[in-house]
């Protein structure tokens, strides 16, 4: 069968369960999708490190013989316009949480241009498909829900890229003459990125992709041995190394949370497992937690509300909250990270949670 594959934010060939099934009985056109909507959200670093994890992707397809084809539009109303020009019966994608994304595959299961779509979880740590409750029922607390999953759940082997796969990679359109936007992976512009560089004194100065996700991960597990008092420095808010730095990674998937996992364990074989490694892993479930958090609330999870029964009493004062942006507070810390953030593109777990915290329990 002829079919999509959709690279969303699982940008890699290794350890891409979603992928490797698709490639097992099916004819891939690789694609992925630059939406203005999402783009317009997040600053020009963080563009540039998403452009960087796709370039490493588009080599690694390039290496076994297909093309990563990059389109700008509206993915839901897009992709059905791909699936009629290149003749593709079927979409695969990773399934995803968020009340966005939700939306985007109903849209797309409903569209008469694929006989079937496959939109397959394989985000989290622990597979979804393994939950020993329903998931649109998440404990309301993180320990019951981190206490059975430990007890009830393990995490999967990571699995090889296939080897051989058989790519849609010998038709040329003239993809305008369609009113499909092509995407050039080398114009700033098209990928509304400024010449803007890190600033010197940033502490995340990494590049976006597999390969540079995982030479960050075995510096910082083999040769600087970090995993070892990850507990002790992760709330730290300069250097390199308090930190694991894994989530830039995560959050494109770069890089499977099975893989950062695997290796952990491997560090602990060697050379002991404490409460900092097993921290590590902690961290990681908060993640899958608010995964299904997500899922489970919908719209709510982004709600002015919140989720919760109680509403809370929001600041009205736009001057207060530009001076927070900008570092123009009365608080000489929330000023410093404030401007560490705006001119690096990076703040450490910590520092974001006591300028989150300022604005929404001290303004």
Not at 264 to 283: H, P
Request: with cysteine; hydrophobic share 40%.
């Amino acid at each position: 069968m002829r079919s999509i594959y959709w690279f969303r934010t699982d940008l890699r060939l290794t350890d891409n369960n979603v992928f490797k099934t698709a490639a097992e009985s099916n004819r891939l056109l690789p694609v992925f999708i630059l939406n203005p909507a999402e783009w317009e959200r997040i600053g020009t670093r963080r563009r540039r490190f998403i452009r960087e994890t796709i370039k490493d992707l588009s080599n690694d397809i390039k290496a076994k013989g297909g093309v990563l084809y990059l389109f700008k539009g509206d993915p839901a109303a897009l992709l059905p316009q791909i699936a009629r020009l290149y003749v593709c019966d079927s979409l695969w994608a990773e399934r995803l949480f968020c009340i966005e994304e939700v939306t985007q595959e109903k849209k797309l299961s409903e569209s008469d241009a694929f006989e079937v779509t496959h939109f397959i979880w394989d985000r989290l740590l622990y597979s979804a498909y393994e939950m020993p409750f329903e998931l649109t029922a998440i404990y309301k607390q993180f320990t019951p829900y981190r206490k059975t999953v430990e007890k009830r759940c393990k995490v999967a082997p990571c699995t090889e890229a296939p080897k051989q796969v058989d790519w849609i990679n010998d038709e040329n359109f003239d993809l305008l003459h369609y009113g499909i936007e092509p995407l050039d992976i080398d114009d700033d512009n098209a990928w509304m990125i400024s010449s803007e560089d890190n600033d010197e004194r940033s502490d995340f100065m990494y590049e976006g992709g597999t390969d540079a996700a995982l030479q960050r991960l075995r510096y910082y597990l083999w040769e600087v041995h970090a995993a070892s008092t990850y507990k002790e420095t992760r709330n730290a808010m300069e250097g390199a190394d308090y930190s694991t730095r894994m989530s830039a990674w995560l959050s494109v998937g770069a890089l499977s949370p099975r893989t950062i996992y695997h290796e952990l364990k491997a560090y602990e074989d060697q050379f002991g497992a404490n409460e900092s490694t097993y921290w590590i892993v902690f961290e990681m479930m908060w993640r899958d937690y608010f995964s299904l958090v997500a899922l489970q609330q919908g719209n709510r999870f982004f709600a002015k509300n919140g989720y919760r029964t109680t509403t809370p009493i929001w600041l009205d004062d736009p001057d207060k909250i530009n001076a927070w942006r900008h570092g123009k507070t009365e608080d000489e810390l929330i000023n410093a990270l404030m401007h560490q953030l705006n001119a690096t593109g990076y703040m450490g777990n910590r520092g974001r949670q006591i300028v989150a915290s300022y604005l929404t329990k001290n303004m």
